[in-house]
């Protein structure tokens, strides 16, 4: 069964670079069939598509949130991680990381249990 | 505000049909991209309930649909019970956004 976990400090100053770690077990991030994407969620809000890798290392993001956001794969680890800059209070989320593939559009089969980050000085 | 316009609440009692609405544009629905619905229990991350506009993952009960049609899309829920309190989400593919996109959300009660 595929697990997915994520991991990274829960608090974030403001101006400073969230980062998180997503780790696959069950299953390998370097199969042909998937891409690996992460999504928020704000304290009782809906959900946001971040942006998506590869195990090649192509990436797709959010457009409003590009100029911030860098995802990459290590497939010697079987992870992948997320890098946010210049955090505000308005990043403050629930972030998870899950497994996607396409089919006419992207389909988001299975799902980390989720992390809460604040962004608090 | 969200891409996908969804009703922020349903409700309905044990036993009864529910339906909840999606609704796009021609850049995402309308362009004859996919629809995929999730659930998301309280507390919980979301899960896949509902891909490809009508299609149930293994192990979801046949009690939960999907349609689609032009720009719009639904869920629907008979025979409703109380553990499908949640709250739901409509996702798709925005070609101007070049990107996924969800529905705002949901919150079905069960009364």
């Known amino acids: 069964q595929l697990q997915l976990q994520e991991s990274g400090p829960g608090l974030v100053k403001p101006s400073e670079t969230l980062s998180l770690t997503c780790t696959v077990s069950?299953?390998?991030?370097?199969?042909?069939?998937?891409?690996w994407g992460w999504i928020r969620q704000p304290p009782g809000k809906g959900l946001e598509w971040i942006g998506s890798?590869?195990?090649?290392?192509?990436?797709y993001y959010n457009p409003s949130l590009k100029n911030r956001v860098t995802i990459y794969v290590d497939t010697s680890k079987n992870q992948f991680s997320l890098k946010l800059s210049s955090v505000t209070a308005a990043d403050t989320a629930v972030y998870y990381c899950?497994?996607?593939?396409?089919?006419?559009?992207?389909?988001?089969?299975?799902w980390g249990q989720g992390t809460l980050v604040t962004v608090s000085s | 505000q969200s891409v996908l316009t969804q009703p922020p609440s349903v409700s309905g009692a044990p036993g009864q049909r529910v339906t909840i609405s999606c609704t796009g544009s021609?850049?995402?629905?309308?362009?004859?991209?996919?629809v995929h619905w999730y659930q998301q229990l309280p507390g919980t991350a979301p899960k896949l309930l509902i891909y490809?506009?009508?299609n149930r993952p293994s192990g979801v009960p046949d009690r939960f649909s999907g349609s689609k049609s032009a720009t719009s899309a639904s869920l629907a829920i008979t025979g409703l019970q109380a553990e499908d309190e949640a709250d739901y989400y409509c996702?798709?593919?925005?070609?101007?956004?070049?990107?996924?996109?969800f529905g705002g959300g949901t919150k079905l009660t069960v009364l």
């Open positions: 899950a497994r996607q593939w396409y089919s006419s559009s992207w389909i988001i089969d299975y």
């Open positions: 069950g299953g390998s991030i370097s199969s042909s069939s998937y891409y």
């Open positions: 890798t590869y195990y090649s290392g192509s990436t």
């Open positions: 021609s850049s995402n629905i309308g362009a004859g991209y996919d």
């Open positions: 490809g506009n009508n």
């Open positions: 996702q798709s593919y925005d070609s101007r956004l070049s990107g996924s996109v």
